[in-house]
């Protein structure tokens, strides 16, 4: 037969095996607190519970009570992650970025803005221009150039000085080395279209090009 001490001395016990198996996400520390009190309340006088006993749980109370302070503010730093994301991500919208990238969507009617990266100065850099179609349609010399970023414009005109229409374009920088020629990142523009929230990171949808994290981008424009 059970006595009052018998069940008072496995109530937490009980609430452990019972939180454990448990799919109810409400347990928490007003459940602990609650069964803690009662067993106070009912253990057998002639067999109180001892010292370290009862500081063990209390101990375990707050365990439970940190954790559930600790979701509570992380909850509200992610909360405010996101209010954070979304504000920077409707100020991108309709503006120009510059991100690493070989195509570009060109308004031909004017001046094109680009720039390469140059890894060491080189006496022949160059940037050879395609169509979509994948076809060369200019070229722009840039001569001798030192290290570092380097800027180029094209005028929109293809070899024989036509304007071509506006579209899709790709660059290939190159660079001429004692070795042999080498290939060039390029920083390209592009426009904002829209921003999806969610995941990891901030991704923007950019004009004709598709979809870049934000951590891409190097530059904001106006």
């Given at each position: 037969m059970s006595t009052v001490g018998d069940?008072?001395?496995?109530?937490?016990?009980?609430?452990?095996?019972?939180?454990?198996?448990?799919?109810?996400?409400?347990?928490g520390?007003?459940?602990?607190?609650?069964?803690?009190?009662a067993q106070l309340n009912n253990q057998n006088p002639l067999e109180p519970q001892s010292n370290g006993e009862f500081i063990a749980q209390l101990a375990q109370f707050s365990q439970v009570e940190g954790i559930e302070k600790?979701?509570?503010?992380?909850?509200?730093?992610?909360?405010?992650?996101?209010?954070s994301q979304a504000l920077q991500a409707s100020s991108l919208v309709g503006r120009k970025v510059i991100i690493p990238s070989e195509k570009a969507v060109v308004d031909t009617s004017e001046?094109?803005?680009a720039s390469l990266v140059l890894p060491a100065s080189s006496s022949n850099v160059y940037v050879n221009i395609y169509d979509k179609a994948g076809s060369a349609v200019s070229r722009v010399?840039?001569?001798?150039?030192?290290a570092g970023n380097v800027s180029f414009i094209w005028d929109g005109k293809d070899s024989s000085g036509?304007?071509?229409?506006?579209?899709t374009y790709k660059f290939e920088a190159q660079a001429?080395?004692?070795?042999?020629t080498k290939g060039l990142y390029t920083m390209l523009p592009a426009n904002v279209d829209s921003v999806?929230?969610?995941?990891?990171?901030?991704?923007?949808?950019?004009?004709?090009l598709g979809s870049v994290p934000m951590s891409q981008v190097q530059v904001i424009g106006q």
């Open positions: 069940v008072s001395g496995t109530a937490l016990d009980q609430y452990q095996i019972k939180n454990e198996r448990s799919t109810n996400k409400d347990l520390k007003n459940e602990f607190l609650n069964l803690l009190v600790l979701n509570t503010s992380m909850g509200s730093l992610l909360t405010g992650y996101q209010s001046s094109f803005k010399n840039l001569g001798e150039q030192a036509n304007l071509l229409p506006p579209g001429s080395y004692a070795e042999g999806t929230l969610g995941g990891s990171e901030l991704m923007l949808n950019l004009a004709g």
